[in-house]
């Protein structure tokens, strides 16, 4: 009796193909049970939590009345916010300042100067403002962590409440 016949069998009984594939499925059965990776584990097993502040600028708002809308984040003092299109819940809003808006002016001698513009707000729709919002983030070796988000400069942050929605930039963390 031949090892191999003409059709590839094993003995004339088993398909050398049939025998791999059944190979291929065991080593997958062991490599699942018996080798399961590296265990995981969360962020907050590995880093503590800690007191943050994050300094966001609001460019060209456009708002009916800046004074009101001011006014409504120094009585409510928080805001929820949604850092990459995930939300995070609740933070505290710990000061927020109105930034007077400028324009560039050339000069005689061809350089320029940032003036404060000298058109009233009533007259436009848009407003600047520097916000510094607290919470507790968990920090870790690349950085603050919000949520599952890394909490870096640049990263724009939502802000969301019952009036408003609107994006910001961050200018400054600290821990």
């Known amino acids: 009796m ?8 094993l003995f004339g009984k088993v398909s050398l193909l049939d025998l791999g594939a059944a190979a291929v499925i065991f080593l997958v059965i062991i490599g ?3 080798f399961p ?6 962020v907050a097993q590995v880093t503590s939590s800690k007191p943050i502040e994050v300094d966001v600028i609001v460019r060209g708002l456009s708002v ?12 409510e003092k928080k805001t ?18 109105p930034l007077q808006k400028q324009v560039i002016v050339p000069q005689p001698d061809g350089s320029v100067k940032a003036l404060p513009d000298p058109r ?3 007259d436009s729709y848009s407003t600047n403002m520097l916000m510094t919002l607290g ?4 920090i870790t070796p690349d950085g603050a962590v ?3 988000n890394k909490v870096k400069i640049g990263t724009t942050i939502e802000l969301e409440g019952s009036t408003y929605n609107f994006n910001s930039s961050v200018i400054d963390v600290r821990y």
């Open 2 to 9: 031949k090892l191999l016949d003409s059709q590839g069998r």
């Open 32 to 34: 699942i049970f018996v």
């Open 37 to 42: 990776g590296t265990p995981v584990t969360s």
């Open 64 to 75: 009916r009345n800046p004074k009101q809308l001011i006014r409504q984040f120094q009585e």
């Open 80 to 97: 929820k916010i949604i850092i990459r299109n995930q939300t995070y819940g609740e933070v505290d809003v710990l000061a927020v300042q």
């Open 120 to 122: 009233t707000s009533e």
């Open 135 to 138: 919470g507790q983030a968990q």
């Open 146 to 148: 919000l949520g599952n």
